[in-house]
């Protein structure tokens, strides 16, 4: 007799979960998925901006982190889908979300302006996207480490996107509180801010160092005013100046500054001021414009021949590279930019404005990659001939023997030369009321024997 038989029921398999033909493996706790997704896109996010795009613009900078936070991403959907129990695709919308913003800004590499006018769109958009994630992360992973795992990643996100909304906020702000004394000037494809007070030649121009522009020279531009003309001017990518295409050397700088100097109708011969590399820029001005020069101020410049003697100044931008993108989330208002505090308003106001935006530390990265190519430029000065020249050394940690012998030799450019030491600091020498007096009184010493054609008085 024969005995029937019937199939052993199976339970139902839950939603998102095994299935007795499904062949995929599905063994591995999601925690593990989870912390190797979060990892590997975090390692990428870092890596391609500084190893593969660490010399690209902002836009640049910002679009390769993207995508490898977007390949994070990515990875925790497939894997999680593929490897274990709890599948997370959901993570493909913030994957792909990241992945198109991020290829857009490396197809596209929009300016400055553009990423100020996108702050605006993307912080609300991020916002949303975060409180969405947060839903699905409650909903698609059971309660436990999990969860605690990509809260923290959530919370980030709406961090950054409350963050880029503030900054874009405060970037409208002080646009609209810090008014542009003088005018741009086009200098052929972008153009440059000039400020010019005061009458009587020679014309005195005002170079400023790393990381400043043209109100740094609050204290110094009305004393020389009083009895010389003089301008203040912001290098590409400075203050109220656009952008270049790219970072600019020394050559580059200076070609902008005969330019602008002709567009505005000032004429030389000019007595050139300029503080830390600026006055590098000035050496280089004078290498290319001999005839455009009468005199020289150089205020604690950072001497190219120290960096013939082996001492570096500047190289690869390195991790400062991704301070422009993370200060479009407002970290850099977070960063100590008080160097001028000592400057009076509205100066000290629109300086802090300047060097905590997202141009005012990208102007800092382009200018310190491109600081050997300027020490190198500036070496090319080999003489002022009778020319009358101050060297001004200030005071502090950084003047040891070796700094002082490199101040010496660039005082030996000119054989109508004095070479003086400041009782102030670096800084000092530009925003203490003590320190810009002397700057500005070895100022009126060069303007005084350009025009009276004498020598400089003694030290």
């Known amino acids: 007799m024969a005995t029937a038989t019937h199939p052993t029921p199976r339970p139902p398999t839950a939603a998102g979960g095994p299935s007795a033909t499904d062949p995929r493996p599905r063994t591995g706790p999601i925690r593990r998925v989870i912390v190797g997704s979060l990892l590997i896109g975090t390692v990428l996010a870092v890596v391609l901006p500084l190893l593969v795009f660490g010399s690209g613009s902002e836009a640049v900078i910002t679009g390769s982190a993207l995508v490898g936070f977007a390949a994070g991403w990515a990875m925790l959907a497939l894997l999680s889908t593929r490897m274990t129990t709890q599948p997370q695709r959901w993570a493909w919308v913030p994957a792909a979300a990241l992945g198109v913003t991020g290829v ?83 200098v052929g494809g972008h153009r440059l801010h000039l400020d010019c007070t005061g009458s009587g030649g020679p014309t005195v121009v005002l170079l400023s160092g790393l990381g400043g522009f043209s109100a ?3 204290r110094i531009a009305p004393a020389v005013a009083d009895t010389a003309r003089v301008c203040a001017y912001d290098r590409a990518g400075q203050g109220w100046s656009e952008d270049a295409p790219g970072p600019q050397d020394g050559v580059a700088a ?27 820029h000035a050496m280089v001005y004078a290498d290319r414009y001999p005839e455009q020069v009468a005199g020289m101020v150089l205020l604690d410049t950072t001497s190219p021949y120290r960096t013939a003697a082996g001492t570096s100044h500047a190289g690869p931008p390195g991790p400062v590279a991704l301070v422009p993108s993370l200060a479009r989330l407002g970290v850099g208002r977070l960063l100590p930019t008080s160097f001028w505090s000592a400057l009076p308003e509205p100066a000290a106001s629109q300086y802090e404005a300047f060097a905590a935006s997202p141009r005012g530390w990208r102007n800092t990265v382009d200018e310190t990659a491109t600081m050997p190519a300027l020490l190198s430029q500036a070496q090319e000065l080999s003489t002022l001939g009778g020319m009358p020249l101050v060297v001004l050394t200030a005071a502090g940690p950084h003047a040891d023997a070796a700094w002082a012998e490199a101040q010496n030799r660039m005082a030996a450019l000119s054989t109508n030369s004095s070479h003086r030491q400041a009782a102030a600091t670096h800084v000092g020498l530009l925003d203490e009321a003590s320190g810009a007096q002397q700057s500005a009184h070895a100022v009126d010493d060069v303007v005084r024997a350009v025009r009276t054609g004498t020598d400089l008085p003694p030290d």
Do not use: K
């Not at 605690?148 to 963050?163: F, N, S």
């Not at 200076?254 to 590098?280: C, F, M, N, W």
């Open 104 to 186: 857009g800004l490396l197809v596209t590499a929009p300016d400055d302006p553009a990423l100020t006018a996108a702050g605006w769109v993307w912080p609300p958009l991020l916002l949303a996207l975060a409180v969405w994630m947060g839903i699905r992360v409650r909903r698609c992973l059971a309660a436990g480490r999990g969860r605690w795992l990509l809260y923290p990643v959530v919370a980030v996100t709406a961090a950054a996107a409350v963050g880029g909304a503030v900054e874009t906020i405060g970037l409208a702000s002080d646009q609209h509180s810090s008014a542009m004394p003088g005018r741009l000037y086009d």
């Open 216 to 218: 740094s020279w609050a």
């Open 254 to 280: 200076a070609t902008d500054l005969h330019a602008l100097l002709d567009a505005a109708g000032e004429r030389g011969p000019y007595v050139l001021v300029g503080h830390s590399i600026g006055g590098d």
